[in-house]
């Protein structure tokens, strides 16, 4: 029987870790995850995960906040456009996994 007192409930997270960007010549934080759980959407809280990030990211002297975020997902596009990212349209994500992965570990050089 749940406790409905003392059930713990992840409402928001956002994972990030340091990274170093070549182009910058700088360190930066790269945001793997920003998640806010529907029922909180649209009161701030994405906003509030993000700015945080931006804020460490200044205080350390790193050069970039980065993070991806699919062409389908509309609503989370605009708000990464209000909080006033730049939608870079010419990049593409690459990554290996699965056979490409493992047969990458065979590539003749």
Not at 52 to 76: C, F, H, I, L, S
Not at 80 to 95: P, S, T
């Amino acid at each position: 029987m749940s406790d409905p007192v003392n059930e713990i409930v992840i409402a928001r997270f956002i994972l990030f870790f340091p990274n170093y960007s070549t182009f910058l010549a700088k360190p930066r934080f790269y945001v793997e995850d920003l998640f806010v759980k529907e029922c909180y959407r649209r009161k701030g809280f994405g906003k509030m995960l993000l700015s945080a990030v931006a804020t460490q990211a200044m205080k350390m002297g790193y050069g970039r906040v980065e993070w991806v975020v699919p062409d389908w997902n509309v609503n989370a596009i605009k708000f990464y456009e209000q909080m006033g990212a730049k939608i870079l349209q010419e990049w593409r994500i690459c990554w290996l996994t699965g056979e490409a992965l493992q047969a990458s570990d065979h590539v003749n050089i």
